[in-house]
Each structure stands twice: as C-alpha cells, then as structure tokens.
C-alpha cells in the first residue's frame, strides 16, 4: 500500500479518499488498511517535522488527507468492531478562539487510530469537566496560542482536581507560548512542542 503512504505524505486528498475506497472495494481489511499504510504515513510526516524536514503547510496539509481518508475508513472499522486506541478530549481553552495547532493534534492522534472528541475553542472549565465525565477518555488535551489564555489551562486543572477526574484522565497542554516548566507549575501531566510529540505520549499510555 505504498500508493497510499505517499498520497498521504504529499497531502493529495482526493487521491486518498480514491485509494481507500478502491482497497476496500477489493477486500482488504479495513484495520490493514489503517495500519499498514495510514498510520506509518503520518509516523512519516511527524518524523519530518520533527527534523525540519516539513514545515506547518506540509503537515497540515498531509493530516487533512489522512482525516478525509478516514472518514470514508472509520465506518468499515466500526463494523469491523476495531476498536481505537484510546480516546481523548481535545479543546482550547476559555478566552481563546485559536485552533489551528489543537485541529493538527487531533488530526495526528486520528492519524494514530484514536477517536478524538473536540469540543473546539474558547471552551470553559466546566466543559471540559462535563465531557471528560462523558466520553471517559485516556486523557484531555488543553490548548492555548495567548499568554492571556494560558492562565485558563491552570483554572482548568483545577477544576479537573476539584472534580476528582484527575486519577483517571491525564492532562496534556500545548500552544506556542506554553513551556514545560509552565506545564509543571499547573500540575499537567505533559507538554508538547509538537504534535508528534503529543500523539508519541498518548501511544505509550495506550501500549
């Protein structure tokens, strides 16, 4: 399924949304397909990233690829009964209307066979508690692109402790002003530089 792995790494949709149907049109297992081609493409893609190979338009473009790919995917799956990797709350934070690098997560944890529920921006403490009591996911990821919002992912810790969801659901946080040694002060579990990184944590919880 090399055709695939290289639509895929060179962000050319319709082509993989053409693929996709045409291996399942042909028989092929629908978990296959998934894992022997989609997830090592975009294993691909953070791996270039991450060695300043591709940049934000590359990486942005290959995860839109990979998420159209999966949409024609995810209800042979289902049938499948191939269950994801794990689940994960996704939202950035209250005050905040900035979502280009949470939409990028979630794309590469889709990308990794997660099922991903994004709540979307400018979303308040109390929902991300609400959705985490909900969904039960392995972790919730909390991002924020203003110094002004980063404050929000403290208030939203907090909250998760008060709600007594922190033994169960780790807390990822991300966003270009945010650092780890912020991250260490609000009492999150990880921080990511990258998108990469973040899906490279949540595939070791779910080992």
């Known amino acids: 399924m090399e055709e695939l792995k290289e639509r895929i790494r060179t962000g050319n949709a319709r082509e993989v949304v053409s693929l996709v149907g045409r291996y399942l049109d042909e028989g092929r297992e629908p978990e296959a397909i998934l894992k022997q081609a989609m997830i090592p493409a975009m294993d691909e893609v953070g791996d270039l990233f991450q060695r300043g190979e591709f940049f934000l338009p590359e990486m942005l473009i290959a995860a839109r690829a990979m998420k159209e790919g999966l949409a024609v995917l995810r209800p042979r799956l289902v049938e499948a009964g191939v269950e994801p990797a794990g689940r994960v709350v996704l939202g950035t934070v209250q005050g905040d209307l900035h979502d280009i690098g949470k939409n990028l997560v979630g794309m590469a944890l889709e990308g990794a066979g997660f099922e991903v529920i994004d709540l979307g921006i400018d979303i308040p403490a109390e929902r991300f508690v609400e959705a985490i009591r909900t969904h039960r996911p ?37 966003g270009a002003p945010v650092t780890q040694a912020f991250a260490q002060e609000i009492g999150a579990d990880f921080y990511g530089p990258d998108p990469t990184a973040g899906k ?3 595939q070791g919880l779910a080992s």
């Open 138 to 174: 392995l972790a919730v990821g909390l991002s924020a692109l203003l110094t002004t919002t980063m404050l929000q992912m403290k208030t939203t810790v907090e909250a998760l402790d008060r709600a007594g969801l922190r033994g169960t659901t780790r807390v990822l946080v991300g």
């Open 200 to 202: 490279q944590y949540l």
